[in-house]
C-alpha cells in the first residue's frame, strides 16, 4: 500500500517508512504493538496550509482483528 | 505504565525529572522547548540528536526556532522518538503511542521548557487529552499524567 501512494519514492526511517504524495503531501507508516497485545499501523498524512508552517494532518490507523 | 519499558524510555526518560506536554506539541511548546534548548547551550542555534528506531538511528539535527521544534514534533507521529542535547543530557521525548511528550532535564531545561506551576501542567494535559477517551485509549489521561509526571522537587 505504502509503495502504491508513494509510487516508491519512499525511505525507511525511524523503523517505519517515510514518502511523499504525488501533490507534495508527506505521508509515514509506522507500526506498534497495542496494550492488548494487537498490532496497529499508522499512517498519517501531512501538508502545509499554504503560505504558512502550519501543519494540517489526516491519520489512518489499521488495528489487527 | 504500558510502554514505560521501551529502550528509549529506559535509557533516556526513566526516574528523571521531566514536565508533561499533550501529545503532540503546541507551536508555543516549540517556542518553550526551543528557548530551553537555546538557555542550556548558549546558543540560538542548537545541535541535537534526534534518536529513534530503539537508538538504532541517530542523526544530528539543528534547531534555530520554534518552527524547528514543529517540524520534528509533526514527523514524529507514530514513532518513539529522542531529541537529545547530548552535553547537557536534557532531552525531548515523543510516546509511540501518541499519549503524552515529555522535556527531561535539569532545573534551568525544565523552568524554561515548561514556566507553569504543577497543576497547570496537570490541568492542561487532562484537558488537551479527554478526546483521546473517545479513540480507544483505555486509561483516562489522569491515570496517564500520574504515571509518568516526574515534576522537578529540589532546590
Redesign the interface.
Known amino acids: 500500500m505504502f509503495n502504491v501512494l508513494t509510487r516508491g519514492k519512499s525511505e525507511a526511517r525511524d523503523g517505519g517508512q517515510l514518502g511523499k504524495l504525488g501533490d507534495g503531501s508527506v505521508v509515514q507508516m509506522s507500526a506498534r504493538i497495542t496494550r492488548d497485545g494487537s498490532g496497529e499501523t499508522s499512517v498519517p498524512l501531512s501538508t502545509e496550509r499554504t503560505g504558512t508552517k502550519i501543519k494540517k494532518v489526516i491519520k489512518v490507523r489499521f488495528k489487527e482483528e | 505504565m504500558?510502554?514505560d519499558d521501551s529502550q528509549l524510555f529506559m535509557r533516556f526518560v526513566k526516574g528523571r525529572w521531566n514536565s508533561v506536554y499533550p501529545w503532540s506539541l503546541s507551536i508555543v511548546d516549540c517556542y518553550f522547548v526551543w528557548a530551553a534548548f537555546s538557555k542550556i547551550s548558549a546558543s540560538e542555534r542548537v545541535l541535537l540528536s534526534r534518536i529513534?528506531?530503539?537508538g538504532?538511528?541517530i542523526e544530528e539535527v539543528v534547531i534555530a526556532n520554534a518552527?524547528d521544534v514543529?517540524?520534528i514534533d509533526?514527523?514524529a507521529?507514530?514513532?518513539e522518538?529522542v531529541l537529545r542535547h547530548d552535553a547537557s543530557d536534557s532531552l525531548c521525548y515523543w510516546d509511540?503511542?501518541e499519549r503524552f511528550v515529555l522535556a527531561v532535564g535539569g532545573r534551568d531545561f525544565l523552568e524554561v521548557a515548561s514556566p507553569y506551576p504543577g497543576d497547570i501542567e496537570k490541568h492542561r494535559y487532562i484537558e488537551e487529552m479527554m478526546h483521546m477517551e473517545m479513540f480507544g485509549v483505555?486509561?483516562p489521561p489522569e491515570a496517564i499524567y500520574a504515571a509518568v509526571s516526574n515534576r522537578f522537587s529540589g532546590k
Open positions: 504500558f510502554g529513534s528506531a530503539s538504532k538511528q518552527h514543529y517540524e509533526s514527523r507521529a507514530g514513532f522518538v509511540v503511542h483505555d486509561e
